[in-house]
């Protein structure tokens, strides 16, 4: 298939490319992860600008290549200024798009994690949140199908005793008999967090004050994610 | 695959090591140094020696420099209470050429790239903070690259040096000049916007 085609997408990353082009990464509604060059794009007079940094959201009519498309036009869709312009929501978007460009596949469309990714970065620029990335990162889980085990003990099943770990392997919580051997702990207010993230309840989450438990929900996300993707994801070093 | 032999197929490897250039590039470039005139060959393979064996970083400002110093650490006339943060030495060229900027320098060595996993410790930030301390520096003035990877670092040293009291600024963004407005994008037109100035007629 060659020619110009149209599609709306999210830039994952950007590497550079001769002396003023830039490959570009896009997640795309209608044709999944594509890869393409913008020319001239690191020239200051260049015609696209901003647009086709990572975060944006940009509407694209790219020329198929064999190997790398090339893009001819881009208007924006949605800046998502805010993400460029504060240090924290920055470190926070970034992991969101390394995952998807992980786990989407080049040329296969997935509109549900479309519809997440440009949603969870609209959500992260309006609310400033640091709920969003953890949240995504377990709705992206769950879409892999990865549903974590949080009325019951995940090895033994019980269903009583207080839920103390999480193992992935397992693919869920602990009681405290079987945390002992192995899993990774979860206090009492991150497991109240993920309950209620993973249990329908996102909103109240939301409306949490800042606290230690959303932190250490985040970390455990990133380590189930890297567990499930078999990969790091270099850009949590810095959440 | 190595279709020449011995130091011909060296030096195609050796040349497609360098940045931008591709195996195609070096095999082309390759030929031409064979057919070229003997002391042409030498005089470059010279050229990257003495520039290797000469030039090293400024032990102050991390620009490039020919012994300890840079030319800019090393002229008493430049103001050393300001200071410029760059990205890489070739940025102060493009800043000495407007002739604006009075002050000393600081090259970072890079940005903070989320994505490739390049955070502050991999930069000359260290180095940063302690010429704060010991030179006597009034205003800090961050000129990294205006994408991602630049407004992270900016962001990221802003946050870093506010508390010390110091004053930091960013240079601005906006149109650039001799270009049509209608193509200017959303983000470059905001900040257009935002840092308009009073105009002296
Ligand atoms: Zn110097």
Redesign the interface.
Known sequence: MSGLYRDSGVVL??IKL??ADRIITVFTQGNGKVRAVAKGVRK??S?????L???THVALQCYRGRELDVVTQAE?IE?N?AL????GL??HA??M??AVDQVAQEREPNPALYRMLTGALRTLATTRSPVVTPAFFWKLLSLEGFHPLLDACARCSENDAPLVAFDADDGGMLCAPCARGGGRPVSPAAFDVLQRMLGGGLNSVLADPAGPAVGEVERLAVTVLEHHIERRL??A??L | MALYEGPVQNLIDELGRLPGVGPKSAQRIAFYLLKAAPEDAKRLAQSIVDAKDRVSWCRRCFNIAEGELCAFCKDERRDATLLCIVEEPRDIVAIERTAEFRGRYHVLQGAISPIEGVGPDQLRVKELLHRISGEGVEEIILATNPNIEGEATAMYLARLLKPAGIRVTRIASGLPVGGDLEYADEVTLGRAFEGRREVDA
């Open positions: 990353r950007t001769g002396e200051t007079t015609k696209f600008g901003a647009r940094e990572p975060t924006t800046a200024r460029r312009e504060g240090y920055l470190t970034i992991p798009l390394e270099r850009s070093t810095l």
